[in-house]
């Protein structure tokens, strides 16, 4: 079972910890009274305070437009009247001064306090969304742009991704210079038919694109990964039904380093989540099955797993950093979900 020393640094690191789990849920709470509302230049001054309060940074709320109109899938795609009897595309329109999420989950400081960036557009603007029934699939939103931005630079080579969507990350992919081919496995046959005969025509590339029906578990092989040069997995809706998946696919593979996932640390935080509180109870010699008790549904799951992987460790924690490294070490908590 690991272990720790009883220090000052370490009493001090777990009650940061645990007050960033706080703040950070204080935080949220009180942005949410916010999302999705039109702000007055009252209300922004209102929010940029609460922003400089919990110390994310901000160089003000407002998004610049052509992060969007200069993306080149936004230019270069268009999206309108495309429709089947499963799969279709609708527009939603993001009212002018409507505040919104632009990013997925971003770590501030060593604990655990994370925010998610927000802004509002000065102008209306028309976003196509893919949809199956009611499952939003896809928009090139301005989150999902910014969340698959570092995808988008680290592709090189011959590249993968598992999930077409409206392919905007192979269409960006394909423009760049470093990328020679593209390929993507995709499960849904009507997106992909979607995507030949209306998407695919107005890609502005040369370049080889190919589109594989399957299903990804049947593809997250080493051998098929190898091929690769680079790999962006991307085939859930948010990080909620994500974590899941990615758990299965941990299961499977976990250490290929030329593979990335879509929303990562939003899915990861989860994990990090009951990590704190359990080893601030071994810390503290309390009862660990007390605190796996006190879990429910999914996180009581997440709970014993982490209990299990802790209870198979022997060293002991004396400092800080040892302890953080623990906590965001990306082999700790894929490993406790493989379980
Ligand atoms: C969020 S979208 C991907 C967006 C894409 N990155 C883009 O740039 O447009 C997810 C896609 O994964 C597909 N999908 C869902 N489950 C899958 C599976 N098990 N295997 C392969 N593709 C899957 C969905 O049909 C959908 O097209």
Redesign the pocket.
């Known amino acids: 079972m690991i272990r720790f020393e009883r220090n000052t640094e370490l009493d001090i690191a777990m009650k940061n910890l645990i007050r960033s789990m706080v703040d950070v849920s204080d935080y949220i709470t009180t942005i949410s009274h916010y999302m999705g509302m039109k702000l007055t230049r009252q209300k922004e001054k209102d929010l940029i305070e609460i922003l400089r309060k919990y110390n994310v940074p901000q160089e003000g709320l407002k998004y610049d437009l052509k992060v969007l109109t200069e993306n080149p899938y936004f230019k270069d795609v268009k999206l309108d009247s495309v429709d089947s009897e499963t799969v279709n595309y609708e527009k939603a329109t993001i009212k002018k001064r409507t505040l919104i999420s632009t990013n997925f989950h971003q770590l501030m400081g060593k604990y655990l306090f994370h925010h998610h960036p927000i802004g509002y557009f000065e102008a209306d603007i028309d976003l196509p969304v893919?949809k199956?029934g009611k499952k939003i699939?896809?928009s090139p939103a301005i989150s999902?742009l910014e969340s698959?931005g570092e995808g988008t630079e680290k592709g090189h080579g011959k590249c993968l991704?598992?999930?077409?969507?409206?392919?905007?990350?192979?269409y960006l992919w394909l423009l760049k210079d470093e990328v020679e081919s593209v390929t993507v496995?995709?499960?849904?046959q009507d997106?992909i038919d979607l995507f030949e005969k209306y998407i695919r025509p107005q890609f502005r590339t040369a370049k080889k694109l190919e589109i594989i029906h399957?299903?990804?578990?049947d593809y997250y092989n080493e051998d098929f990964l190898n091929q690769f040069d680079y790999v962006y997995v991307?085939?859930?809706?948010s990080s909620g039904d994500g974590l899941g998946l990615y758990t299965r696919l941990m299961k499977k593979k976990r250490d290929l380093p030329h593979v990335d996932f879509?929303v990562e640390d939003s899915m990861l935080h989860n994990v990090k989540y009951i990590i704190a509180p359990y080893l601030y109870a071994v810390y503290e010699g309390r009862c660990v099955t007390d605190f796996i008790s006190s879990t429910d549904g999914d996180l009581k799951e997440l709970a014993t797993k982490v209990n299990r992987y802790f209870k198979t460790r022997n060293d002991v924690v004396r400092t800080e950093d040892e302890l953080l490294s623990i906590i965001h070490g990306k082999d700790v908590l894929r490993e406790i979900l493989a379980q």
């Open positions: 893919l199956e699939w896809m999902e698959m991704t598992i999930g077409l969507g409206i392919g905007v990350l192979p496995v995709e499960i849904n997106v399957g299903d990804a578990f991307d085939f859930w809706e879509w």
